[in-house]
C-alpha cells in the first residue's frame, strides 16, 4: 500500500514537473512572441490638440451636415458626426477659421470612423492669410475600419503657403459615385515634423523577381527594403528561398510578416486571426529575423479594429493603404499608409514633397517585370528618382522606430 502510494506520489510529481514545463515552456514562447506594450497607446496623445470636437461650434458645414455625437467617441465625451446626402453629390466639407495657430514643420493627424461607405479620399486643406495652402490627404478609407488614426501627409500646395499664419482648415471627404458618406471625427493633433525626409522600400509576397531584380538595383544605390513575407510560401517555386531572404538582411534588408499564408484577417475567427499571426511572428524569430519582426503589413490591405488589436500583441509597426505621404511622427503605427507605387507621377510627387515637407513616404512593390505592377526600366527609374532627391534618406522600419520617431519606439 505504501509503495503503491509512493509510486502515485511520484506519478503526480511526474504529472505536475511537466504541467509546470509545459506552462514554462507557453510563457517563454509568449513573452518571446509579444510585444512589450500596445505601440497605438504609445503616441496616441502626442503633439498639440488642435480640436476635440467638443465645441462644434467652430465649424461650419459647407457641403453635408455637422452635429454632436455623444454616444461614440475616440476621446472625452464628444466626436463630430459628418453626414451628406446625394444632393450634396456624396461629398462633405467643414471648415473652422483660427487666428492664432502656427503649423510650421507641423502635420495633421485626426481620428476617423467610417460609418457607410467607404470613402475615396480625405483631404485637411490648410490656408494661409492670403489664400495659398498646403492640402494634407489620405486616400481610400474603409468603413469595416473602426475607429483608427489617419495620419495626414502633404499631397499639393497651392502657391506659397505660409504655415506660420494659418486662417483657415477645411476637412474635405470625397467619394467618386455620389453615394451619401456617414462618419464621426474626433481628436485633431498637430504632430512636429523633424528635420529631412525619409522612403521606405516594402516589398509584399515573396516573389522571386524582388531578389532578382529589385536587390541589385537597390544594392547599387546602398538602398535597404523591407520584405513582409509569408512564411508558407518560402521556398515555393516562383518564391524567395530562405537563403535569399538571409542575403536580403545580410545586405541590410529587414525581413517582416505578411501573416502565415496571406489570409484576410477580417475574414478569419479572433482565433485563427491570432494563430496566422503569432506562427508567422514564431517563423521569423526561429530564422533569425528579430529586427524584422517588428514589423507587418496586412494582407489585401485590410484590417478591422479586432485584428489590429490581435496585430499589436505581435508588432509594433503595421502598414496598410492610403496612397500618401504622412508625417514623421505617427500618432497610428498600426495604420502606416502605403503608396502603391505603379504610377511614375504619382511616386516622383511624394518624394519631392516628403523631401520639401520632411514627410516619410512609404513605397508598396509586388512583382518586378514586364506586364507585372511594375517593369524593370520603371522601377531603375522610381530608384533613381530617390537618389537624386536631395534630403531624402531611404531607411529600413526598425530605423524608423528607433531613430526617427520622437521619442524613440524601442
Ligand atoms: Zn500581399
Known amino acids: 500500500m505504501v509503495t503503491a502510494h509512493d509510486e502515485d506520489d511520484d506519478e503526480d510529481e511526474e504529472e505536475r514537473d511537466a504541467d509546470d514545463e509545459e506552462q514554462r515552456?507557453?510563457?517563454?514562447?509568449?513573452?518571446?512572441?509579444?510585444?512589450?506594450?500596445?505601440?497605438?497607446?504609445?503616441?496616441?496623445?502626442?503633439?498639440?490638440?488642435?480640436?476635440?470636437?467638443?465645441?462644434?461650434?467652430?465649424?461650419?458645414?459647407?457641403?453635408?451636415?455637422?452635429?454632436?455625437?455623444?454616444?461614440?467617441?475616440?476621446?472625452?465625451?464628444?466626436?463630430?458626426?459628418?453626414?451628406?446626402?446625394t444632393d450634396d453629390g456624396g461629398n462633405i466639407e467643414i471648415r473652422r477659421e483660427f487666428d492664432d495657430l502656427d503649423l510650421s514643420g507641423r502635420t495633421l493627424s485626426v481620428a476617423i470612423r467610417l460609418e457607410s461607405p467607404d470613402v475615396e479620399q480625405l483631404d485637411a486643406i490648410v490656408e494661409d492669410e492670403s489664400g495659398d495652402e498646403v492640402v494634407m490627404g489620405r486616400r481610400t478609407i474603409e468603413s469595416d475600419y473602426g475607429w483608427f488614426i489617419l495620419d495626414l501627409g502633404v499631397t499639393e500646395e497651392n502657391g506659397d503657403p505660409d504655415l506660420e499664419n494659418?486662417?483657415?482648415?477645411?476637412?474635405?471627404?470625397?467619394?467618386?459615385?455620389?453615394?451619401?458618406?456617414?462618419?464621426?471625427?474626433?481628436?485633431?493633433?498637430?504632430?512636429?515634423?523633424?528635420?529631412?525626409?525619409?522612403?521606405?522600400?516594402?516589398f509584399d509576397d515573396t516573389p522571386e523577381s524582388q531578389y532578382e531584380k529589385a536587390f541589385p538595383v537597390m544594392r547599387r544605390y546602398g538602398?535597404?527594403?523591407?520584405?513582409?513575407?509569408?512564411?508558407?510560401?518560402?521556398?515555393?517555386?516562383?518564391?524567395?528561398?530562405?537563403?535569399q531572404l538571409e542575403d536580403l538582411q545580410d545586405a541590410g534588408w529587414e525581413i517582416g510578416s505578411h501573416t502565415m499564408d496571406h489570409r484576410n484577417l477580417p475574414e478569419l475567427e479572433t482565433s485563427e486571426a491570432r494563430e496566422q499571426v503569432a506562427t508567422a511572428k514564431e517563423w521569423l524569430?526561429?530564422?533569425?529575423?528579430?529586427?524584422?519582426?517588428?514589423?507587418?503589413?496586412?494582407?489585401?490591405?485590410?484590417?478591422?479594429?479586432?485584428?489590429?488589436?490581435?496585430?499589436?500583441?505581435?508588432?509594433?509597426?503595421?502598414?496598410?493603404?492610403?496612397?500618401?505621404?504622412?508625417?514623421?511622427?505617427?500618432?497610428?503605427?498600426?495604420?502606416?499608409?502605403?503608396?502603391?507605387?505603379?504610377?511614375?507621377?504619382?511616386?516622383?510627387?511624394?518624394?519631392s514633397l516628403a523631401a520639401k515637407y520632411d514627410q516619410v513616404v512609404v513605397l508598396a512593390y509586388h512583382e518586378i517585370g514586364a506586364g507585372k505592377w511594375i517593369d524593370e526600366a520603371g522601377f531603375r527609374d522610381q530608384m533613381q528618382l530617390i537618389a537624386a532627391t536631395e534630403d531624402l534618406e531611404v531607411v529600413t522600419p526598425s530605423a524608423l522606430l528607433e531613430d526617427v520617431l520622437t521619442p524613440p519606439l524601442l
Do not use: C
Open 223 to 243: 538602398f535597404p527594403g523591407f520584405a513582409a513575407i509569408n512564411p508558407d510560401r518560402v521556398g515555393d517555386e516562383e518564391s524567395l528561398s530562405l537563403a
Open 285 to 351: 524569430l526561429d530564422n533569425g529575423f528579430e529586427t524584422g519582426a517588428d514589423s507587418f503589413v496586412y494582407p489585401w490591405s485590410s484590417s478591422d479594429p479586432l485584428t489590429r488589436d490581435v496585430v499589436s500583441d505581435y508588432h509594433y509597426l503595421a502598414f496598410t493603404d492610403g496612397s500618401n505621404t504622412h508625417g514623421q511622427q505617427l500618432r497610428g503605427p498600426l495604420t502606416v499608409g502605403r503608396i502603391f507605387a505603379e504610377e511614375r507621377e504619382r511616386v516622383a510627387d511624394a518624394l
Open 25 to 85: 515552456r507557453a510563457e517563454n514562447t509568449t513573452s518571446r512572441l509579444h510585444t512589450a506594450f500596445d505601440s497605438r497607446a504609445r503616441y496616441a496623445d502626442i503633439g498639440e490638440r488642435i480640436d476635440d470636437f467638443e465645441d462644434i461650434d467652430e465649424w461650419v458645414a459647407t457641403s453635408g451636415s455637422l452635429d454632436a455625437e455623444t454616444g461614440t467617441t475616440y476621446e472625452g465625451s464628444q466626436s463630430a458626426r459628418l453626414a451628406s446626402t
Open 166 to 202: 494659418v486662417a483657415e482648415i477645411r476637412i474635405q471627404l470625397n467619394q467618386d459615385n455620389g453615394r451619401p458618406i456617414s462618419l464621426l471625427l474626433d481628436d485633431l493633433r498637430a504632430t512636429e515634423r523633424g528635420d529631412g525626409g525619409y522612403v521606405l522600400l516594402t
